[in-house]
């Protein structure tokens, strides 16, 4: 079936520190892949997608590339902020599976200044 | 333009007690998804809905069931409740059934089962 892994949390930075947040995935069909955010109290929010292989998805400073050679979607940021604390979920769709997602166990962030 | 709405925020049942749980798309959205969050078992696929019509299922059992009326509105009911059913539930619109669409989620409702 389809599975997406991403690394162990919490991870924790200083304010300004580089961040990278690993995510591999296996797909039965050809998947797009996105990156959501959860805030405490809160739903999630769309970070990021890609839709197919060596595209880019890019929001707020974070960026991620979609890999299908090593089938990967790790997210960075060049300087992180306290206000970029929070739950990140990497989560694939199967084209032509509908709209299911398939989510990471997701990677909690902590930022300190 | 108003984001997804789910209603209750907040409840609180007993085992044995069924409940039903409320999600109101964005205007314009026609597909409907619902997702359980458990610190155990993360974030899983429970239904989606397109045109009033259930187009997948994740799998969990028959107490958990849903439906969407012809104002895009869904409903999800869980019976005969469980204490593993205390879970984060969220709902998530998008306008199409599409690879390229973008979901959005609502803020959930936190079902506290005792």
């Known amino acids: 079936g389809d599975s997406v892994t991403q690394m162990e949390g919490p991870v924790t930075l200083s304010e300004e520190a580089f961040l990278t947040i690993n995510c591999t995935y296996t797909a039965t069909g050809y998947p797009s892949l996105f990156w959501y955010v959860q805030y405490p109290g809160e739903g999630l929010q769309l970070l990021l997608k890609?839709?197919?292989?060596?595209d880019k998805g890019s929001n707020k400073g974070f960026e991620a590339t979609y890999r299908k050679e090593t089938t990967s979607f790790h997210l960075e940021k060049g300087s992180v902020q306290v206000s970029d604390s929070a739950v990140y979920f990497c989560?694939?769709?199967?084209?032509?599976?509908?709209?299911?997602?398939?989510f990471g166990t997701g990677t909690q962030l902590k930022v300190e200044l | 333009k108003a984001g997804v709405t789910q209603t209750p925020r907040y409840l609180i049942k007993t085992r044995g007690q069924q409940v039903t749980l409320s999600c109101s798309p964005i205007?314009?959205?026609?597909?409907v998804s619902w997702y359980q969050q458990t610190p155990g078992q993360g974030l899983q696929f429970l239904f989606e809905y397109f045109s009033e019509t259930q187009r997948n299922k994740g799998n969990f059992p028959g107490r958990f069931s849903g439906r969407q009326f012809s104002n895009s509105r869904s409903e999800m009911n869980v019976s005969t409740l469980e204490l593993g059913d205390s879970a984060l539930y969220l709902c998530?619109?998008?306008?199409?059934?599409?690879?390229?669409?973008?979901?959005?989620f609502g803020p959930g409702t936190r079902l506290t089962v005792l």
């Open positions: 989560a694939l769709r199967i084209t032509g599976g509908g709209n299911k997602l398939t």
């Open positions: 890609a839709t197919k292989a060596d």
């Open positions: 205007s314009g959205h026609r597909s």
């Open positions: 998530a619109s998008s306008l199409q059934v599409d690879a390229a669409d973008t979901q959005y």
